[in-house]
């Protein structure tokens, strides 16, 4: 029963670090420059993407 609750703490854990990273991300990158990170990943991936992906 020990080993269910380790993985319900790890997996809050992980939740938690990623929640704190995206807030990191969001804070401390200009939005203009996520966009255009975006912008650059998507045009970097239009080759393999299906259409469902697509803009």
Do not use: N
Not at 14 to 37: F, N
Not at 39 to 50: L, V
């Amino acid at each position: 029963m020990r080993t269910r609750g380790l993985v319900v703490d790890a997996v809050g854990g992980a939740l938690l670090v990623g929640a704190g990273a995206r807030w990191g991300w969001e804070a401390l990158v200009p939005l203009d420059v996520r966009e255009s990170i975006d912008g650059w990943m998507y045009d970097a991936t239009s080759g393999w993407q299906g259409p469902q992906l697509a803009r």
